[in-house]
Nanobody, 115 residues
């Protein structure tokens, strides 16, 4: 089992920055995928940033150039640095771990971008 706990969500003005953290615990294996998803009200969940099992990094077009995903293996923490935030980035952000055919999700952290 893997447990994921997100933090760092907040209310921020357009153009501002936030860093989300995902603290992982449990049986984390070397091969697997880390990702951040988001879901806005009445919209489908969207994958915004991914570290694949081959360590490639992929961003959705909507966040490319503004968001950065990274991982601190020693702390078993995954980060999402978000710069140049826009109102359309408002959503609940979820951390995801995929390994050995299983999927794990955090409880989500709310990001609201508004003036």
């Amino acid at each position: 089992q893997v447990q994921l706990v997100e933090s760092g969500g907040d209310l921020v003005r357009p153009g501002g920055s936030l860093r989300l953290s995902c603290a992982a615990s449990g049986s984390i294996f070397g091969l697997g995928t880390w990702a951040w998803f988001r879901q806005a009200p009445d919209k489908q969940r969207e994958e915004v940033a991914t570290i694949t099992n081959t360590k490639s990094i992929i961003y959705s077009e909507s966040v490319k150039g503004r968001f950065t995903i990274s991982r601190d293996s020693a702390r078993q923490t995954v980060y999402l640095q978000m710069n140049g935030l826009k109102p359309e980035d408002t959503a609940t952000y979820y951390c995801f771990r995929g390994q050995v055919g299983n999927e794990y999700w955090g409880q989500g952290t709310q990001v609201t971008v508004s003036s």
